[in-house]
Nanobody
């Protein structure tokens, strides 16, 4: 079965950088969009950045100019480079991908388990 596994979270001081990675595994026919979401305590999960299969990207206004999303389609991975981190970036970050598994007629969404990012002052 298809699964997404994230890595790279942790604790960093304000102004620092972190890089998150997410790898999709299993019998995959194709991957459409790949995205990063985040959820801080007491808030709804929000879109951080998304990248289409063709490479087009969309960012939340709060992270534009600081975060960069990229993907390696050959390896079925997506990464999020986070620079100039702020305390308000503290959240659990989730990887999301729209994947069509092998032997199926349609794609569906898959989520990773989440990775904690904490930015201290």
């Amino acid at each position: 079965q298809v699964q997404l596994v994230e890595s790279g979270g942790g604790l960093v001081q304000a102004g620092g950088s972190l890089r998150l990675s997410c790898a999709a595994s299993g019998s995959i026919l194709s991957i459409n969009v790949m995205s990063w979401y985040r959820q801080a305590p007491g808030t709804q999960r929000e879109l951080v950045a998304t990248i289409a299969s063709g490479g087009n990207t969309i960012y939340a206004d709060s992270v534009k100019g600081r975060f960069t999303i990229s993907r390696d389609s050959a390896k079925n991975t997506v990464s999020l480079q986070m620079d100039s981190l702020k305390p308000e970036d503290t959240a659990v970050y989730y990887c999301y991908a729209n994947i069509r598994p092998s032997g199926t007629a349609s794609a569906r969404g898959y989520w990773g388990q989440g990775t904690q990012v904490t930015v201290s002052t």
